[in-house]
């Protein structure tokens, strides 16, 4: 696939804190609502629900897929939005890898199965899909309410 | 990219959309599929095009319209920018738990 039409989001930070560390902020409700969310029901065991409110009803549904602590994790990720209609959860996917690297992490984070913009002319339901989803991140970005984006949850 | 966003919210504007992914209409055609008046189709129309989720084509007299695969680029962009803070936040909590725990070991 070329660059162009590659829709994943890929990432590779650097965390000065050992694998362990950062791994209990991805699988424990109260450290993951530090970085993301008001409130997270986490139940990290493949086909566990992975739920987080990231503002007042607008929900991140999914489940667990791959939980092998504290080096890999895998999860489903949607939106469902309990005033309107609701949006598929479980529709893309996001792995999160942790590599030991001196007394700290290296964190690889990849988002993948975001529709890319060729495959979502071509094919409907995609389409449709992806405009619901981003309807519900429209939301999100509304000024009012934009606490999400300030890193101080 | 706000534009973008804000022109597919409204179910109306979505619904033209999926009219004209996989061919291109007239605003008359697509009004046709819907309960609501050209003018307010055409106003869509005008949100849309504006958004850059829509191109319009003259042929002869008459304007066609198709969606915009590209017009969806900006919506990526949203979403990077969005796992750029929170892995942020990620790293910063993770990074002061970690100095409490050698703290604490520490005494």
Redesign the interface.
Same mark, same amino acid.
């Given at each position: 696939m070329e660059a162009s039409t590659e829709t994943a989001v890929r990432r590779e930070i650097a965390i000065a804190a050992r694998p362990e560390t950062v791994w209990e902020f991805l699988v424990q409700p109260e450290k993951a609502t530090r970085w993301m969310g008001q409130a997270a029901a986490l139940d990290p065991r493949p086909g566990g629900e992975y739920r987080v409110e990231v503002l007042s009803g607008n929900v991140a549904l999914g489940e667990f897929v791959e939980v092998d602590p504290p080096h890999r994790l895998v999860w489903t990720w949607g939106w469902t939005d309990e005033s309107q209609s609701p949006v598929p959860p479980g529709s893309t996917r996001i792995e999160v890898e942790l590599e030991p690297d001196g007394d700290g992490t290296l964190l690889r984070f990849m988002h993948s199965g975001l529709p890319d913009a060729e495959a979502t002319a071509k094919h409907a339901h995609g389409w449709d899909h992806y405009l619901e989803r981003l309807e519900i991140v429209a939301r999100g970005e509304d000024p009012g309410r934009d606490t999400w984006l300030d890193g101080n949850m | 990219m706000?534009a973008a966003?804000?022109a597919?919210?409204a179910p109306h504007r979505?619904q033209i959309?999926?009219l004209v992914?996989?061919e291109e209409l007239s605003a008359g055609e697509i009004a046709a599929h819907f309960d609501v008046t050209r003018p307010a189709v055409s106003q869509h129309l005008g949100v849309l095009k504006e958004a850059g989720l829509v191109d319009e084509r003259r042929n002869g007299t008459r304007r066609l319209y198709r969606?915009r695969?590209?017009? @969806?680029?900006p919506?990526?962009e949203?979403?990077?920018?969005?796992?750029?803070?929170? @892995?942020?936040?990620?790293?910063?909590?993770?990074?002061i738990?970690?100095r409490k725990?050698r703290d604490g070991s520490e005494h």
């Open positions: - | 706000e966003l804000k597919i919210a979505r959309l999926s992914r996989d969606v695969p590209e017009g @969806l680029q919506v990526r949203f979403l990077e920018q969005f796992w750029d803070e929170r @892995l942020d936040a990620l790293k910063r909590e993770a990074e738990e970690e725990k």
